[in-house]
């Protein structure tokens, strides 16, 4: 799990990158909540996401966005966000110039600004979304959502109702061509405590769907 130093917009961001073994091996990028409710990329759930990949064989980036642990910048809930992750996009992509897919998976703050690169690089083919924001931040940019995949939510979110996110996955599920696979975990808050175990089955057991049960030498 060698650490990485990434040129980001406002210089270096720090990364965790775990190359897969195939020369063909996909790709996956991890994004983690806002730092105001400590988030970084050693999240337990980030790393839980990030280990999932890794056995199967991705070759597998984490980060912390600019201003949080070593990395430099300023960390500003904007678009700039967006444009580190476009950055480590980028570099995972030239260490991986045959990836055979390209995946993104963030967590709340993280699963924003996931689907926002998702619309903006068409080559992303699957994603992730743990507890989106929606209604904490407009989400209104997924028309049309280009990719197909997972959304999870606690039941017992305190920071976003449940009906909000599911309302947002009804919007998506009626565009043609894109399955979204939504799943609420009984019980489960925004950080889903006591519940991480249960989530990271269902992240495990969608992506044993979606790859056709396929998983890439580690």
Request: hydrophobic letters at 40%.
């Amino acid at each position: 799990m060698p650490e990485v130093i990434i040129n980001g917009p406002e210089g270096r961001l720090e990364g965790r990158y775990h190359p897969g073994k195939e020369p063909n091996a996909p790709i996956a990028l991890l994004l983690h909540p806002h730092p105001e409710h400590g988030g970084t990329m050693n999240n337990k759930i980030v790393y839980s996401l990030y280990q999932i990949f890794v056995h199967r064989g991705f070759s597998t980036l984490r980060f912390n966005f600019r201003g949080v642990g070593r990395s430099q910048g300023t960390f500003n809930r904007s678009e700039d966000e967006l444009g580190d992750a476009a950055a480590a996009l980028d570099w995972t992509q030239a260490h991986n110039p045959n990836a055979s897919g390209c995946w993104i998976a963030g967590f709340s703050f993280g699963a924003w600004i996931g689907m926002q690169l998702l619309m903006r690089r068409p080559e992303i083919s699957g994603f992730i979304s743990v507890a989106p924001p929606v209604g904490l931040y407009d989400f209104a940019f997924l028309a049309p959502c280009p990719a197909s995949g997972l959304i999870v939510q606690g039941s017992t979110d305190e920071l976003v109702p449940e009906k909000s996110v599911a309302g947002l996955v009804e919007k998506l599920s009626n565009q043609r061509l894109i399955t979204i696979d939504y799943r609420v975990i009984k019980g489960a808050n925004h950080f889903f405590q006591d519940k991480a175990d249960v989530l990271i089955g269902h992240v495990d057991d969608y992506l044993s769907s979606a790859l056709g049960g396929k998983t890439a030498a580690k």
